[in-house]
């Protein structure tokens, strides 16, 4: 186990964030031992907004055996994978899965989440999320592990409902034998369609669609793309985007989140780690 105190902006794909403990474990052993103590866990810093004064709290990142991932040799129709470890990141697992023929996780293209995060927030996009081809979740609470099916964790849009001061901690997905070309050809139409996402560091889309709508389109019509504060800014790419020019503070966001939240009834989609004005 690795304790060290950093910035978490070294640690979001926002690139803001004060200092925090970190406690990088490796084993259950760790585990138990790091969550002694009060305690946030972090996956790959997406979706995520942590203010400049940082957490009091430690951050629990997953490495070691909580990392590990591999789906396995793949058996046809349906594949239920081995567990998978949560601190794995979604992309990598993707890339797999095509090189495999593996089916189900092209939905998730382009998210750029650890496996255990995009199972707490039910990552997913218009063409589908990852409960859909969730098989069971290991998730450590009270000192012990517990297994629990999908149906038990509450999935819905963006949301999961994982029991208070639990840790996910692995994973199976169930996954379906198909052409490779197949795979290759659904992973572009994916990609195509979010390809005017920015490439800038951002947090992932900022706030959810309203029933029938899309956030990023009433942000394009209400004008605030290129509003900017201090070093974030609204993306021209993308409405539904704040952006780290450079040199932006989670304050500077959290004015541009409020500044739209004063004129559409949008709701934010990130979590948001320690006080913000």
């Not at 629990?60 to 601190?87: C, M, N, Q």
């Not at 739209?260 to 780690?273: D, N, P, R, V, Y």
């Amino acid at each position: 186990m690795r304790v060290e105190r950093r910035p978490l902006a070294d640690f979001t794909t926002l690139g803001v964030g004060g200092e925090a403990e970190i406690w990088t474990v490796e084993t259950p052993a760790d585990l138990v031992e790091a969550t002694k103590a009060p305690y946030r866990v972090l996956g790959n810093g997406s979706n995520l907004l942590v203010s400049d004064s940082g957490v009091s709290e430690r951050v629990i990142r997953l490495g070691g055996v909580f990392a590990a991932a591999s789906l396995g040799r793949p058996r046809a129709p349906f594949h239920v994978t081995p567990w998978l470890g949560a601190g794995a990141l979604l992309p990598n697992l993707i890339q797999e899965a095509r090189q495999k023929g593996l089916s189900g996780l092209e939905p998730l293209s382009g998210i750029p989440a650890s496996l255990g995060g995009a199972v707490k927030m039910n990552a997913g996009t218009r063409f589908g999320e990852i409960a859909d081809v969730l098989e069971a979740v290991e998730i450590f609470q009270g000192g012990s592990f517990h297994v629990h099916h999908p149906e038990e964790l509450g999935f819905g849009y963006r949301r999961s409902n994982l029991p208070p001061g639990g840790i996910v901690t692995r994973i199976r997905l169930r996954l379906e034998q198909r052409d490779p070309a197949e795979i290759e050809a659904r992973l572009r139409e994916v990609d195509e369609a979010r390809k005017g996402q920015p490439k800038r560091k951002s947090a992932g889309c900022a706030f959810k669609n309203p029933e029938g709508d899309s956030a990023g389109r009433l942000i394009d019509r209400a004008g605030f793309k290129g509003l900017r504060v201090g070093g974030a800014m609204v993306s021209y790419e993308h409405g539904n985007f704040i952006i780290n020019t450079g040199s932006a503070r989670a304050t500077d966001v959290w004015k541009l989140v409020k500044r739209i939240q004063e004129e559409l009834s949008l709701e934010l989609e990130w979590e948001i780690w320690g006080e913000l004005l």
